[in-house]
């Protein structure tokens, strides 16, 4: 584990040490109405934060003043963000660190059986955590605007943090239902390192080639600002330049849907080992769920320095949280056979009995148990859900004042009810019951109790099924276009042309993408409606030549 940890950090000085180079003379960003706020990044979202006194652009005689300034008083400049000291936020992350690599530790011990991958992950939120270092550099040194407002390097970092929660829930759930697959770990940690390089490799080009407020992955996904403006809820209020780009909205909502959905999975690997202990871990996380939540709602009012306690509280509840961790952690690390005499850096006896104790706990078979769904069906639902929220998030609150007038109570109750109902959730399940069910589409499985269509059942009708499986995607693609189309006429006041207009075609494309995900989410009833056209496909497609001839 200490070299896992030890390369993590190696690998975070790497990222770190571009700041050195990568950082032009100070340009100013295009002109915005509110003073800047802080960076808010789930995990540790504290590193490179601003003074909360500090706006956007500085008074003309200001940037006059710092524009003369010797070359030796200009690291004040770029190292401001890190002035941590004299606010309650900058204390309460400090103090975060060392919990949570408390927790690291205490979560590796070798008795716990904590998968491979799993244990990875919790390290390689270390590297996420430390990247923002030189994303907050580039961003205040470069543009003079705060981490939460340069689209590109927020997002990118926020991708390091998504990839922690993937590899969090991708290990524990291979552990719980394919143990013998997790020695196939290799794959995604390279697929997670790649999307570290990725992020060194832009904060050291991109300050060169990008502007402040460039969307992260070049705003993919983002309509059209013509489209925007038509939208007859969006007349009352255009999107702000520091708006999150579809990009950055969806990584937010994926990392907070892969955290609870890695919680569900801790709580269920207390059956597969046999400790309970793993039960307390879940509500060690519940803090940090609520620090992510504190995150999506102080962008969801566009940073505002009104609501500048967000902040606070964020760093608060990472503070909570990871001490939370850590004592969960001990907890399952003690039942485990863990002593003080772990800490003895020499080697041990090969006949301590408290080293045999630990040995046979770690070499306790995994109690696991059936998928309920595929890997496929779970990106499925995830990639869904996550740009469903960010559409609706960044396009449907330009329809509404709230966003754009902070409301400190509003805001507390946006916070507050997530956690609040995923909280009922273990509460309910820790006293017996079943916890808050809500039914979701599923590609099959599930209890005995409320079987599933999938597709084994469209297997049973043999080729009419399967025809029948393909005429319904079929009829999904044939009404998709025309129903793209009239929607786009609807909003511009013109029939799209996909052949000579780029900007047609993907706003098209769109509507239809978005579509298919939400199609994606009805799987049960496109299958039931296969189901009910294959026999009508056997009688008169599959087997109409074969009672032609028995007429005869």
């Not at 006059?64 to 070359?71: E, K």
């Not at 793209?484 to 511009?492: H, M, P």
Request: aromatic share 12%; with cysteine; hydrophobic share 45%.
């Amino acid at each position: 584990m200490k070299y896992r940890i030890g390369a993590t950090l190696m690998a975070v000085a790497a990222i770190s040490s571009v700041a050195a180079f990568s950082v032009p003379p100070v340009r100013t960003a295009a002109p915005f109405s509110r003073t800047s706020s802080p960076p808010i990044l789930r995990g540790f979202p504290f590193v490179g934060r601003a003074p909360t006194t500090t706006h956007l652009h500085l008074a003309p005689e200001l940037e006059h003043l710092t524009s003369s300034l010797p070359a030796s008083d200009l690291p004040s400049l770029l190292t401001s963000f890190v002035d941590q000291g004299q606010n309650a936020a900058g204390i309460f992350f400090q103090a975060s660190l060392l919990p949570y690599l408390a927790f690291i530790y205490f979560i590796g011990f070798r008795g716990n059986r904590t998968p491979e991958l799993a244990s990875f992950a919790w390290s390689f939120l270390l590297l996420f955590v430390l990247s923002t270092i030189p994303g907050g550099i580039i961003s205040k040194g470069t543009y003079g605007v705060s981490l939460a407002d340069c689209d590109w390097l927020h997002g990118g970092a926020e991708a390091l943090l998504t990839a922690t929660n993937l590899l969090l829930v991708y290990g524990l759930r291979q552990a719980s239902t394919e143990p013998e697959r997790t020695d196939d770990t290799l794959k995604p940690k390279l697929v997670a390192g790649g999307i570290a390089a990725a992020f060194a490799v832009s904060a050291v080009l991109g300050p060169t080639l990008l502007s402040a407020h460039t969307p992260f992955l070049f705003g993919i996904g983002n309509l059209p600002d013509a489209l925007v403006y038509s939208l007859p809820w969006a007349a009352a209020h255009s999107d702000p330049v520091n708006s999150l780009s579809i990009p950055t909205w969806a990584i937010h909502y994926s990392s907070v849907i892969e955290y609870v959905f890695a919680m569900s999975l801790v709580w269920r690997y207390a059956e597969v080992t046999g400790n309970e202990r793993w039960k307390g871990l879940t509500w060690g996380m519940l803090p940090l769920h609520a620090s992510g939540v504190c995150a999506c709602t102080y962008h969801f009012f566009y940073n505002p320095s009104d609501l500048q306690f967000l902040v606070t509280l964020q760093a608060f509840t990472t503070l909570l949280g990871n001490i939370t961790l850590a004592y969960a952690a001990y907890r399952i690390a003690i039942s485990n056979g863990w002593t003080l005499g772990e800490l003895n850096p020499l080697p041990k006896s090969q006949t301590d009995p408290r080293g045999l104790v630990v040995e046979v706990n770690a070499a306790k078979p995994l109690l696991t148990y059936a998928a309920e769904e595929s890997e496929f069906s779970l990106a499925i639902k995830l990639a869904g859900f996550t740009f469903l929220a960010a559409y609706v998030t960044k396009y449907g609150e330009l329809g509404i004042d709230l966003p754009f007038t902070p409301n400190p109570v509003v805001a507390s109750l946006m916070i507050l009810t997530p956690p609040a109902i995923v909280g009922y959730n273990y509460y309910d399940k820790s006293k017996g019951g079943d916890g808050l069910t809500i039914p979701l589409p599923s590609f099959g499985g599930g209890d005995e109790d409320a079987p599933m269509l999938s597709m084994d059942d469209i297997k049973r009708y043999g080729a009419a099924g399967t025809l029948a499986y393909v005429l319904t995607e079929l009829a999904f693609w044939a009404v998709a276009f025309p129903v793209a189309s009239y929607a786009l006429y609807n909003t511009s006041g013109h029939w799209p042309d996909v052949i000579n207009d780029a900007g047609d075609r993907t706003t098209v494309l769109g509507f239809i993408f978005a579509g298919a995900n939400v199609a994606r989410l009805a799987v049960p009833l496109r299958l039931g409606a296969a189901l009910a056209l294959a026999p009508w496909v056997d009688e008169n497609i599959i087997n109409r030549g074969g009672k032609k001839e028995e007429s005869e």
